[in-house]
């Protein structure tokens, strides 16, 4: 399954993860993957051969770069049955600040002002 775009995120990721030398180019790549599935919370549960067919590897590197995240702590997942849910860390995850804030119109009144 190719796609043109990526499908809109709902997580947004944070610059210091996306500028940290010490996650590789592939893991960031997987990360933005994972983003792509995830809820606003940061969970998503994604097979492991849907995100090496959308990355274009195999599921073994896949899981490959999955445990290489988890041992840097971006990343944590538990098995639940026969599927794994991911959730991405707090330090990958941000909440945007720039959500519209709804605001209240003020009431015109209906009066006729008098001319004076």
Not at 37 to 51: F, K, M, P, W
Not at 91 to 112: E, G
């Amino acid at each position: 399954m190719t796609h043109d775009v990526l499908p809109s995120a709902r997580v947004y990721l944070s610059t210091s993860f996306i500028l940290n030398a010490a996650v590789s180019n592939a893991e960031k790549i997987l990360v933005l993957l994972l983003s792509t599935h995830a809820d606003e919370r940061g969970e998503c549960r994604v097979r492991q051969e849907i995100l090496a067919a959308e990355y274009g590897c195999s599921p073994r590197f896949v899981r490959r770069l999955l445990t290489q995240l988890r041992a840097k702590g971006f990343l944590a997942w538990k098995r639940c049955g026969r599927h794994n849910y991911y959730h991405l860390s707090a330090n990958i995850v941000v909440h945007p600040p720039f959500l519209p804030v709804k605001t209240r119109q003020k009431r015109v009144s209906k009066a006729k002002k008098h001319p004076m």
